[in-house]
């Protein structure tokens, strides 16, 4: 399980063993239906995005990312 704040609701892990040993879950997060895809994301990529973070004077609290976005489908029905 996954708690998203942004959201502000848990999730089901994606993965079958929810380890996330090698990788950084991700959320991405339909802001039309709520519907939320986990996707994950190498730790080199996060590290980067840390030392970003830490040179403007900030730490990270949580390397978990809430992206906020559009879904396909909404993205359709929109159209
Ligand atoms: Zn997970
Ligand atoms: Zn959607």
């Known amino acids: ?4 704040n942004l959201a502000n609701k848990f999730v089901a892990c994606s993965y ?5 040993e090698y ?14 895809k986990e996707i994950s994301i190498k730790v080199s990529t996060i590290k980067a995005l840390k030392h970003n ?3 403007a004077g ?13 879904c396909d489908q909404c993205l359709n029905k929109a159209a």
């Open 1 to 4: 399980m996954h708690k998203l």
């Open 16 to 20: 079958i063993t929810c380890t996330h």
């Open 23 to 36: 990788d950084i879950p991700q959320f991405l997060i339909c802001n039309e239906c709520q519907r939320v």
């Open 53 to 55: 973070v830490e040179e």
């Open 58 to 70: 900030f730490h990270l609290l949580s390397p978990q990312l809430e992206i906020n976005c559009i």
